[in-house]
């Protein structure tokens, strides 16, 4: 698929999406076997820790549909410009419609034209593989297996060590 199934508009995030952004990301996680229940509160902290690096959120011309977010990582080699990719949600009724898709795409290509070395996430190498994400042995994550965990350079050398997300991670 080349883009979404139904036509929407991608933009960052505006004062008065929170609300609806927190109810996306609750309904979109809310039967996911691997959640930990606590992705929409994740997204809240780490916008009230200045640490929302990117949140963009996808219209369909009524309401918004989808949301990603973008927020610094740190690296034990002390590699600057990282950034981990996650939570996506869309909305649970135009899921498979490729909004993710387009919403991961356009996180990268701001995050590109922004400067960003890399992006780090966890979740699906079948599903992020398309987008260039893979499994690189010598960056690690503790606390998950070692091929969900995965990274897309952009720009420069690929770092080595382990990476720590955004204090709001960590509650």
């Known amino acids: 698929m080349i883009g979404p199934d139904i036509p929407i508009t991608i933009r960052p995030e505006a004062p008065g999406d929170e609300e609806i952004i927190f109810a996306i990301t609750e309904a979109a996680f809310a039967d ?3 959640s930990d229940g606590d992705e929409q509160h994740l997204v809240g902290r780490l916008r009230e820790a200045g640490d929302l690096t990117l949140s963009l959120v996808a219209e369909d011309g009524t309401r918004i549909v989808g949301h990603i977010a973008i927020s610094p990582v740190t ?22 419609a490729g909004i993710g898709g387009a919403l991961v795409k356009r996180a990268i290509a701001d995050m590109r034209a922004a400067g960003a070395k890399g ?53």
Do not use: C, N
């Open 75 to 96: 690296i034990s080699d002390g590699s600057k410009g990282w950034f981990g990719l996650g939570p996506v949600s869309v909305w649970p009724g135009v899921q498979r």
């Open 32 to 34: 996911m076997k691997d």
């Open 119 to 171: 992006i780090v996430l966890l979740g699906s190498p079948k599903y992020y593989s398309r987008f260039g994400f893979k499994h690189v042995s010598q960056i690690t994550f503790s606390g998950s297996s070692a091929e969900y965990f995965q990274a897309l350079l952009l720009d420069g050398d690929m770092p080595s060590g382990t990476v720590t997300y955004a204090p709001g991670f960590y509650p």
